[in-house]
Each structure stands twice: as C-alpha cells, then as structure tokens.
C-alpha cells in the first residue's frame, strides 16, 4: 500500500485545504480508502473497473449508508488522481451507488423539552444550589437553545458569551464561521455559571487540564432525560439541536435563516427538519394562501 498512501495522503492534504473538510470527514475518508486499498492489495490507486465492482460486492453485507458513504470518498479520490494528471479514466462508476436514504433525525416534543427544563429548575431551587446543576442549565440552554453542536458546546472559550450580546461567532464544521443566536435566558444561565469557573480557565465548560469532552456532555444529558422521566436512548446533544431545528421550523422560521444557524453548508442538509407535522402544513395553506381571502371576498 505504499505507493497508495502515500496518495491518499496527498488528497487527504487536498480536502482539508482546499475543501476546508472536517477532522472527523478525513478521518472518514483515510479510513475507507486505506480499508479499500487493504482489500485490493495496495493497488487502489491503479484499480480498474473490474476490481472495484469486486470490491463493491464484498459490500453487500454492509448497511447502505455505509456503502454511499465509502463509494463516495473512493469516486472523490479518483476525481482527485484525475485532476492530478495521475490517472487518464475514472474507474469510480463501476462502484456501487446505493442511494442511502437520509433518516429523519430523532427529535423531542414540547412537552419532553417541558420536562427537561423543569426538572433542571427544580435542581436549582434547593439551598445551596449545586454548582453541577448551574453547569447543567447553561449545557441545555445553549443545546436547545442556539442548536449547537456538542463539540462547539464544550469547547467554547471562558469569555464566548457575554450578556450584553446576543450572539456568538465560531468557527464550527468545516472551518466555517457562523452567528449564532444566544437567548436572553441562555446568556443569563451562562452567567451564572461563569462564577463557578475560576478567571484563569481557558475554557467556559473546563474538566482537568482541557474542557468538558462530548462523552461526558452525552451522560449528563442522558442522566438529565433519566430525571425527567424521559427514556434516556431518546436523547442526545444531539437530537437537542434536532430539537431546536424542528422547533423553530414549526414556529414559522425561515429554512435559508435556520441553515444559517446549524451552520449548514448546503441547504439540502437543513431540509431534513421540514419533517414538520403534516396538519399544521395543511392549516398554514388554508389560513395563509392569498386565494383563501380572494375567496371570501367572490360573490
């Protein structure tokens, strides 16, 4: 495989420069092709057609999103050999293409949110007030609140959020800044917390010598949903942020500004969210279409 590594090292190098692709989406990637590069004997790079319809069999057992997801990183690294003048075909059609349907995301109702929150200020009501249970309101306020993701949650600086400016501006997947919304209730639990957090942490969430890591956010989330009454397999950070997406859509939000604040780079991915309740569709075209009025208006 060495003639392919180092290849593949070389695209690797391309999509995070170039593309701007996240850590986990190269990491993604070197995975899938060196797998792929194993099964073939260390030959990927010089493939033909046939070897990868064998190798596309070998598949079968995998799930579907599985397989888009390794034909796709193998076609964009043909593309890539091509661009480079290393290869004059592309071999990549000869690879399966599944077309793996999107799964709606799981999300929560209000009255699950309903519960969450109060049970989070039945905590803060006891004397003293647990500094864990500060932490844990200012958590859910910025998950469900400002729809962040659990890496851009723990990982937030001391000082991110201030309580005279309602928004924040990171650089979250992808490398892509954004501005992100921070409610007048999320800014005030937020700082309420920070008095627990000695002026010298770097982080506004701190755990030993770093922050607070997505493992640990993910099990006081689900020991959070457990008080609740809420079956903990249900919840996550991140359907919290499916939460506050399908929420906002239902509210009236407009699809192009909620891309803006998942920091989606395409809105195909926001468009996922428009699972919204089929009813309430319905009842916005017979409310709001202007030929509901020319209606009433006719003789």
Known sequence: ?????????????????????????????????????????????????????????????????????????????????M??????????????RPGARRALPKTLSHADIDRLFATITARLARDPVDPGDRRMEALLELLYGSGLRATELVSLPRNAIQPDRPFLILRGKGGRERLVP?????????????????????????????????????????ALAAAAGIPPDRISPHVLRHAFATHLLEGGADLRALQSMLGHADIATTEIYTHVDSRRLVELVNERHPLVDAGKRSP
Do not use: C
């Not at 990637?29 to 590069?37: E, P, Q």
């Not at 999103?65 to 050999?81: D, E, N, W």
């Not at 008095?195 to 030993?208: C, K, M």
């Open 1 to 81: 495989m060495s003639n392919d590594r180092a290849l593949i090292d070389r695209f690797l190098e391309m999509m995070a420069a170039q593309v701007g692709a996240a850590r986990n989406t190269i990491a993604a990637y070197r995975s899938d092709l060196a797998l792929a590069s194993d099964a073939l004997g260390g030959a990927l790079a010089n493939a033909d057609e046939a070897a990868l319809a064998r190798l596309g069999e070998s598949w079968l057992d995998l799930s579907r999103s599985s397989v888009a997801r390794k034909a796709a990183a193998l076609r964009r690294f043909y593309a890539f050999l």
């Open 83 to 96: 661009d480079e003048g290393l290869r004059r075909d592309d071999p990549g059609h000869a690879l399966p």
């Open 182 to 222: 921070v409610s007048d209730r999320a800014r005030a639990a937020v700082a309420r917390w920070r008095e627990h957090v000695a002026a010298d942490r770097a982080f506004l969430f701190p755990s030993g010598k770093g922050h607070l890591s997505r493992v640990r956010l993910y099990q006081l989330v689900r």
